[in-house]
């Protein structure tokens, strides 16, 4: 399972960016949910938001009404960032989880918001 992670960048505090995550080596049955989870600096992975089988969203309290995940096919996942904040800063990583109970990552992506 390859995911290919396309976005980030430098943004202003209040402005919006997109990141779009596709995998490749997967059969689709196969996959449980697919999302974003992230890492500030010096801290640990968080969940930022998961598009589950079924098509149930789920988001992180600190995230939730300014970013919205999407599934824009199958195999590939958006995350429409608004409102950004100097405290999303952080290594952004695409997650696909399996219905083996594996998890695969991204290589990640560096999103930076300036105040």
């Known amino acids: 399972v390859q995911l290919q992670e396309s976005g980030g960048g430098l943004v202003q505090a209040g402005g919006s960016l997109r990141l779009s995550c596709v995998a490749s080596?997967?059969?689709?049955?196969?996959?449980?949910?697919m999302g974003w989870y992230r890492q500030p600096p010096n801290k640990e992975r968080e969940l930022v938001a998961l598009?589950?089988?079924?098509?149930?969203t789920q988001y992180a309290d600190s995230v939730r009404g300014r970013f919205t995940i999407s599934r824009d096919h199958a195999k590939k996942v958006s995350l429409q960032m608004n409102s950004l904040k100097p405290e999303d800063t952080a290594v952004y990583y695409c997650?696909?989880?399996?219905?083996?109970?594996?998890?695969?990552w991204g290589q990640g992506t560096q999103v930076t918001v300036s105040s």
């Open positions: 997650n696909l989880h399996h219905y083996t109970g594996s998890d695969y």
């Open positions: 080596g997967v059969i689709l049955s196969s996959i449980d949910a």
């Open positions: 598009s589950i089988r079924g098509g149930t």
